[in-house]
């Protein structure tokens, strides 16, 4: 089946402390936004990478596109919207047919094959895939100042890629914005279709602070 990635590199260096937009820093000599869009392509040879980015940056968008220099065809760089929902929305409309879409965040740059490829089964059988990955610290509920326990084995974390058959996710993103669509999940199931859970990776972090890109920096020796 055809296979589109959106991957939503909106994001700005606030939290990280730079005035680079995380998604353009270095890791490993190459910016982050190229290692992910590299995890795509080494997965199938056959996907088509949309890369959703602030207007006022989509020419480092281009130069970084650049460097894929045997697939740039594969890559379309578009421009995203004030919410993330615009942005997905935006990068979707250059979906033209029956495939399977993945929407990743261009932060989550050490997503490996395994897990990109267990979102591609489970969309395919299921219609959906959402990765998550059981909470290993104790978590409290903050209600009004008042807070309380609860059973962390009921918590669930959840990651990208979001991964959708796009019979599923394309007409739920036509319906109108609301404030509670955190993701693509929340999307899909305002819409009135329920979605599936698979196991995600704990190596796949979203790169936020400073502390992230340290991590991240010892991890990718090992892919």
């Not at 995380?22 to 996907?47: E, G, V």
């Not at 698979?198 to 920096?217: F, M, Q, W």
Request: with cysteine; hydrophobic share 40%.
């Amino acid at each position: 089946m055809k296979k589109y990635a959106v991957i939503v590199a909106g994001g700005s260096g606030v939290r990280m402390g730079a005035t680079t937009p995380k998604q353009f820093l270095l890791l490993n000599n190459k910016p982050i936004l190229w290692h992910t869009i590299n995890a795509f392509l080494n997965s199938y040879n056959d996907i088509e990478i949309i890369v959703v980015l602030p207007k006022e940056h989509l020419q480092i968008g281009e130069d970084i596109k650049n460097i894929f220099i045997n697939n740039i065809a594969q890559i379309t760089l578009t421009t995203g919207g004030k919410t993330r929902f615009d942005s997905v929305k935006n990068g979707l409309q250059h979906i033209k047919e029956d495939s399977v879409v993945f929407v990743h965040d261009a932060v989550r740059c050490l997503l490996d094959r395994d897990l990109i490829e267990r979102c591609y089964n489970q969309a395919v059988e299921k219609g959906s895939a959402i990765p998550v990955v059981a909470a290993t610290d104790s978590i409290r509920i903050d209600d009004n100042g008042k807070h309380h326990i609860v059973n962390r084995n009921h918590i669930k974390i959840v990651q990208t890629p979001q991964t959708f058959l796009s019979k599923i996710i394309l007409p739920a993103f036509e319906q109108n914005y609301n404030e509670t669509f955190t993701d693509e999940a929340t999307v899909v199931e305002a819409f009135g279709t329920n979605v599936f859970l698979c196991h995600g990776n704990y190596n796949n972090i979203k790169i936020t602070r400073p502390v992230d890109l340290i991590i991240a920096e010892k991890l990718i020796g090992n892919f």
